[in-house]
């Protein structure tokens, strides 16, 4: 299996990708075709003491770098040589079998819809975002892809989250929950209330409403909600949890026993760290695009990378895509006539 | 000063209600109006040794209750001697001068709308919530009183949430953000997307927006959202919090060193704690409604209710209705232009 890393994406350049690319090739033995500027990625083997390409390691060479601060599907279409939209065409030519980029999100998402194209039957691709749990971990999608959707989009997001839980996290019926306020079905804004009534509709274990504080309790596998929620979520829980930890250190400062106290604990906060890091859940995958596509966090270290590749060459050998293809294509009479219902719901 | 509280209203019966009202009359001669079922409130200030109300106590008999179950307004019309509903009438008749209610929330909005009725100009009333941060404390509006918003609805969450952050804070230029996805003006929904570009014209201190990630380092004092998206957040923060918690008494518990590290620091966690705990902010008051109201936790405990006492007669000394009413006064052309200009930008 061939799977092409964006190996200069993300915030620390070439290495976390390329140490990430060895021990995939490594301990998985899967192909890795670095996407990048060759002579960088030829200089960062070289550091590492690799004269040539090693076993499983192969380079394809694309100069261009997309502009951050542009807009992304301008970005997208002008730089054919961006090492994004190579990796994107390298899977629709199928010289790859999926892609994994730490890069820019928005740009990561443009070339995987251009490059991809959608689902048939998918009309909003989504993040499918793995978060940490007090049991264990849960799927929040949409994790920034659309900010505004329609109830269509979140009965899809449903569908597909739910394939991606059973696909490579084993749950056989994994339970789905939309995120909304107030435990009653009749609460939430206008989007949630045109979706709930219809979520039985679609073949999913769908449990009800959860409202924010269960998100992080795990109280359901699958958590939907549009992707201006779903972002905000993710930020605010990777924000407050570094702020708590900031707290508690700075209170821990004021206080010598305190601090004696601090090392005595330190394997306890050790094993909370490593449980809530996202690192361990292999990134978010773009679900709905044709083709595996995972977006790995922008400060991703090389275990990070390593678990994306490995996430990315399950859904290849599980054949994710092809499982949301024929469940879309089983549910296209249902969604057909769930648009028409909405529709008249809402005029 | 007068102020009238839901005497039986919140989780935990008369008892926190009837201790918060005792300590508010000692420590601030405030007069407090225990508003309830008139048996039950002699049975607690008997249980707590007093054979009749003690100074600046008093009691008037709202025996109805309101179901939480039901639908508030529907309940509100019909149960005119619901002590919420009596409360916000004596505010009606300035018969009090305020009125805090730890029940039902959406009962208490119902009964404050109905009671109070609207400052002129104010399209939708908020619940301002106080949130404590790494710097100290921001307040988030709208808490969950709109699930769906407009624009013109967020500029004027500005605006009074600004008005609170002086009158209460003291902060002479309360700092606003308006909650989004990303750090760029132009990321975001459509209801921020047309949000934003007016935000500079209405007299705040606006500073952008600010990401998920920001709500709990303080990065401003006044944060702006829909209501659907502000109870979200409020709840998963206080859910993350108590699940971190949580996960480190787990972790904790397997390992007998941490369990004596975890009691020398005791201390430091103590003051994290103190520091998040939204008993000491004081209740999230109603804004935008012509009159003092303060919706306080289900969970309040007697230190919750006397600050949110406290809050409610600081809100009264300082004018803050009044404050209001005159900002909107001043404003209402330029709310008017800002409703015309955003109806054409949306067709």
Redesign the interface.
């Known amino acids: 299996m061939k799977i092409a890393l964006d190996a200069l994406g993300g915030d620390f350049g070439a290495r976390p990708n390329v140490l990430g690319a060895l021990q995939a090739a490594k301990k998985l033995n899967l192909d890795v075709i670095l996407v990048g500027d060759e002579a960088v990625l030829r200089q960062e083997l070289a550091n590492l003491g690799y004269a040539k390409e090693p076993e499983h390691i192969s380079i394809v060479h694309a100069p261009d770098t997309i502009d951050m601060a542009a807009e992304p599907a301008k970005e997208c279409r002008n730089k054919k040589n961006a090492s994004i939209i190579v990796c994107a065409n390298l899977v629709h030519k199928k010289e790859a079998d999926a892609f994994v980029s730490a890069g820019h999100s928005g740009a990561t998402m443009v070339a995987a819809l251009f490059g991809l194209g959608r689902i048939k039957g998918v009309q909003r691709p989504a993040i499918a975002t793995p978060m940490p749990?007090?049991k264990g971990v849960s799927l929040l999608l949409d994790g920034?892809a659309n900010?505004?959707c329609k109830p269509i989009h979140l009965l899809q997001f449903a569908v597909m989250g739910s394939a991606y839980m059973q696909k490579v996290f084993d749950i056989p019926a994994p339970s789905v929950g939309v995120?909304?306020?107030g435990e009653?079905e009749t609460?939430?804004?206008?989007l949630?209330k045109h979706t709930v009534p219809h979520m039985r509709e679609i073949g999913v274990n769908f449990k009800g409403t959860v409202?924010?504080?269960?998100?992080?309790?795990g109280e359901t596998d699958v958590i939907v909600c549009?992707?201006?929620?779903g972002?905000?979520?993710?930020?605010?829980?990777?924000?407050?949890?570094?702020?708590?930890i900031?707290?508690?250190k700075r209170?821990?400062k004021?206080?010598p026993?305190?601090i004696?106290?601090?090392?005595?604990?330190?394997?306890?906060?050790k094993?909370?760290k490593k449980?809530?890091n996202p690192d361990c859940y292999g990134g978010a995958p773009l679900v709905g695009v044709n083709g595996v596509a995972i977006i790995s966090h922008g400060k991703s270290n090389d275990f990070a990378i390593f678990n994306a590749l490995k996430t990315a060459a399950r859904l290849v050998e599980k054949n994710f895509v092809g499982d949301i293809a024929a469940k879309m294509a089983a549910l296209k009479p249902t969604f057909d006539n769930l648009e028409k219902e909405i529709h008249q719901e809402n005029h």
Chains 1, 2 share one sequence.
């Open positions: 749990t007090y920034g900010a505004d995120l909304s306020i009653e609460k939430g804004n206008m949630v409202e924010g504080r269960d998100v992080n309790t549009d992707g201006f929620v972002n905000i979520v993710l930020k605010l829980a990777e924000g407050l949890a570094k702020t708590m900031a707290m508690i209170e821990v004021k206080r026993l305190a004696l106290g601090a090392l005595l604990s330190k394997g306890a906060f094993a909370v449980h809530t």
